[in-house]
Every structure is written in C-alpha cells, then in structure tokens.
Nanobody
C-alpha cells in the first residue's frame, strides 16, 4: 500500500521561501507520476506540478512557473517542492499525490494528508 507523508509547511512572509517534502513508502514507484496539488479555502484543488519518477521530467502550472521547483530523490523515495518568491495567493493546503497509471487515466490514486502553507503580506 502506497503511503505519502508531507512535511515542511508553515508561515512565511511574501517573497520568502519554503521547501516541502513528501516521503513515499510502499513502492516500487517505477513508471509512477508524482505531483503536488494545493487547495485554498473556498477554491477547487489545483495541480501545482508533477514529475515523472523515472526520468524526472516535470510540468508546472502557469501560476508557479519560474518560482517553484519540483524534484525527487529516487533512492530516498522523497519528492520535494521548492517554493520561492512566495505570494499571499500561494496560501493553501498542499498535498502530494502519486499515480501508477497516469498515462492512461490522468488520475492520481494516492494522497498525503496535506501540509498548510500560509504566506503573509
């Protein structure tokens, strides 16, 4: 059973940085796609970034391009989200997710519990 545990959230001032981590267990994660999502109060959940676990190719939402960087440590089974130049509109609960059959379904099957990121103005 795949389990995902996020950490690294917190309170930061606008313009600051945070790095989120997502520890994954229960793999192997061969051919998985992993991603970061966020949900702000009163808004729908949105995909922030995703990464191919094998090759490391990445995709970003337009709202975070140039500010956020997704990466993974293949051996440590940990995914990261480096968030720089944070804005108040980045405030949300951030979730990591994993998909075994993303190429076929486009869906994420496993989710972490979420970590709160709050950016003050």
């Amino acid at each position: 059973q795949v389990q995902l545990v996020e950490s690294g959230g917190g309170l930061v001032q606008a313009g600051g940085s945070l790095k989120l981590s997502c520890a994954a267990s229960g793999g192997p994660f061969t051919n998985y796609v992993m991603g970061w999502f966020r949900q702000a109060p009163g808004k729908e959940r949105e995909e922030v970034a995703r990464i191919n676990w094998n090759g490391g190719s990445t995709v970003y939402a337009d709202s975070v391009k140039g500010r956020f960087t997704i990466s993974r440590d293949y051996l440590a089974r940990t995914m990261y989200l480096q968030m720089d130049s944070l804005k108040p509109e980045d405030t949300a609960v951030y979730y990591c997710a994993a998909s075994q059959y993303y190429r076929n379904t486009g869906l994420f099957d496993y989710w972490g519990q979420g970590t709160q990121v709050t950016v003050s103005s």
